[in-house]
Structure formats: structure tokens, C-alpha cells
């Protein structure tokens, strides 16, 4: 996956690095409730988008101790972040998060201290208001946010049985749509 793909990535999956780190690695690797998804991973993705979920792995470097790194995963079902096919074939592939696939981006949310910052200072309390209209917005999806992850964690459940071997292809969902506008209008004002 690109740096561009992989930073917009950390936006959807409200990665926040801890205050002690001084730069980010990434891997990103995909996951499903299904035990055969990987056979046939698009087909999968269409059947029951709720079940392929795309994970984020961060490793932190702390400027304390450059020997401690944090490794953390966030992840996102693909219902409510879409990857391209290709994407998600070529992350499939690869499996799970090896040294090989971790790449170094220099992301917004987790820059290396000798990069210069893109914003100036002034502009900085404006983008802080953005943002926090931003995540006010996803407070009032919290619960249904949070019942969807729910069922994501556990394989077994009902809403991915009823679904399991019915055939029907389900389509991305309004909401899923408006979260992408608000990430890529949100990158737009974190540009700025």
C-alpha cells in the first residue's frame, strides 16, 4: 500500500502515537470473520463487506529508549473503509505484517522530528477546531460504531452466520460513502 493510502489509513482508524514517540513505521495487512475467506478475498469483500476488515500495524520508536518499540494495531472493517481490489489482493497476498512489508512513512499524525512541519503556527488553532468538529461528528455514530465492532470481533457470531452462505452481495452503505467525503475533506484541511 502507498504512504498516501497507508496515512490516510491512520485517519480512518483514529491512530494517535503515543507523546514519547519520535517516528512511525507501518504494515497493513487484511483480516475476516470468515475461516475461507482468503481463497477468494473480493468475493469475499462484496459478500459481506462487515467481514474483511483491514488492520494497521503502527510500531512506535520512542525517543527514550530507541531499543522499545510499541507496536499497535487498529483496525477498520472494509464496509466502512474501502480499499481498492488490486489493494486488497496485493495485502492479502503478502499475509500477515513481516519485516519486509513494514514501510516508513512520514504521516501527519506521526512525523519524524527532523521533518519540518507542513502548517505554521497561526493556522494551527483553526485546524484544532476542525478536527474537533470532525470527531464531534463520530460521536453520534458511536454506538452503532461500536456494535459493528462488536460483531467484527467475534467469528462466530449470528450477523456473520445469516450471511455466511446466503449469497447475497452486499452494497457499501450510505454511511460508508460519508465517511469517506469526511476523511478525505478532513486530509484536505490538515494539508492546509
Not at 487484511?30 to 459478500?47: G, L, M
Not at 489493494?87 to 527532523?114: N, W
Not at 453520534?140 to 465492532?149: F, G, L, M, P, T
Amino acid at each position: 500500500m502507498d504512504c498516501a493510502s497507508i496515512c490516510l489509513l491512520t485517519t480512518a482508524v483514529q491512530f494517535i502515537p503515543l507523546p514519547s514517540t519520535i517516528n512511525c513505521t507501518y504494515c497493513v495487512e487484511v483480516r475476516s470473520t470468515y475461516e475461507h475467506c482468503f481463497k477468494d478475498v473480493i468475493e469475499c469483500a462484496y459478500r459481506d463487506p462487515s467481514s474483511l476488515i483491514i488492520c494497521l500495524n503502527v510500531y512506535e520508536k520512542n525517543d527514550g529508549d530507541p531499543a522499545i518499540i510499541q507496536h499497535t494495531i487498529r483496525c477498520v472493517s472494509y464496509q466502512d473503509y474501502y480499499v481498492p481490489d488490486g489493494s486488497i489482493r496485493k495485502i492479502s497476498e503478502e499475509g500477515s505484517c513481516a519485516f519486509e512489508h513494514v514501510q516508513k512513512c512520514e504521516c501527519d499524525v506521526c512525523r519524524s522530528p527532523t521533518i519540518a512541519p507542513t502548517t505554521v503556527a497561526p493556522t494551527t488553532s483553526s485546524i484544532h477546531r476542525k478536527k474537533h468538529h470532525h470527531h464531534h461528528h463520530h460521536h453520534k455514530d458511536e454506538k452503532n460504531r461500536s456494535y459493528k465492532q462488536d460483531q467484527l470481533v467475534f467469528p462466530n457470531n449470528s450477523f456473520a452466520q445469516q450471511y455466511k452462505d446466503s449469497g447475497y452481495y452486499l452494497s457499501s452503505s450510505a454511511p460508508s460513502t460519508i465517511l469517506v467525503v469526511l476523511l478525505l475533506l478532513s486530509m484536505f484541511y490538515w494539508s492546509m
